[in-house]
T-cell receptor, first 111, second 117 residues
Framework: EDKVVQSPLSLVVHEGDTVTLNCSYE??????LLWYKQEKKAPTFLFML????IEKKSGRLSSILDKKELSSILNITATQTGDSAIYLC???????????FGKGTTLSVSS | GAGVSQSPRYKVAKRGQDVALRCDPI?????LFWYQQALGQGPEFLTY????????KSGLPSDRFFAERPEGSVSTLKIQRTQQEDSAVYLC???????????????FGNGTRLTVT
């Protein structure tokens, strides 16, 4: 069964801290791994990773995939209160008909 | 339209009532997905359409749940005889890629929050 596990489930940090969020997966016929940020409403797309070892970067956020370890990390440097959200990791299922999501990591950044 | 649009934003139903939730995907997007998100959980897959064809309905929790996309654009998720455990946010998403191909990011709507009392 396709599965995505995220850790930690929740995290509280101070503004300016750096955080690392983890995602591990089990899926037959891996296609891609995606990270989303969810504030109050719709999840918004952050990154899509398909190749091991290639870092994707957007401002203070970066992510990398390790296909050997079946995992990915999402790093956020110099956190701000606006980074407070649920971060979701997802992989495409074997048939390519859906994204399978983890439970998410709830990040709270205090000022 | 510019994004995925869902209506209504909120729906309160009495146990046993039927409800219909609407999704208007991004124009031209081939793929449409329905997800159910309970409080504190990640989105759980319900069903997938490629154009008007429902290619995967493996996530529908019971035969009370039914989805359609008759013209390959707007989709409706119907829940019959609602139960309290159906209370959740129902998210619709669309994508430009087709099943079995390289997976493009999903674009989500803001969801419909269903509360069954």
């Amino acid at each position: 069964e396709d599965k995505v596990v995220q850790s930690p489930l929740s995290l509280v940090v101070h503004e300016g801290d750096t955080v690392t969020l983890n995602c591990s997966y089990e899926v037959t016929n891996f296609r891609s791994l995606l990270w989303y940020k969810q504030e109050k409403k719709a999840p918004t797309f952050l990154f899509m990773l398909t190749s091991s070892g290639i870092e994707k970067k957007s401002g203070r956020l970066s992510s990398i995939l390790d296909k050997k370890e079946l995992s990915s990390i999402l790093n956020i440097t110099a956190t701000q209160t606006g980074d407070s959200a649920i971060y979701l990791c997802a992989v495409a299922n074997q048939a390519g008909t859906a994204l399978i999501f983890g439970k998410g990591t709830t990040l709270s950044v205090s000022s | 339209g510019a994004g995925v649009s869902q209506s209504p934003r909120y729906k309160v139903a009495k146990r046993g009532q039927d409800v219909a939730l609407r999704c208007d995907p991004i124009s031209g997007h081939v793929s449409l997905f329905w997800y159910q998100q309970a409080l504190g959980q990640g989105p759980e897959f319900l069903t997938y359409f490629q154009n008007e064809a429902q290619l995967d309905k493996s996530g529908l929790p019971s035969d009370r749940f039914f989805a359609e996309r008759p013209e390959g654009s707007v989709s409706t998720l119907k829940i019959q005889r609602t139960q309290q455990e159906d209370s959740a946010v129902y998210l619709c998403a669309s994508s430009s890629s087709s099943a079995g191909t390289f997976f493009s990011p999903l674009h989500f709507g803001n969801g419909t929050r269903l509360t069954v009392t």
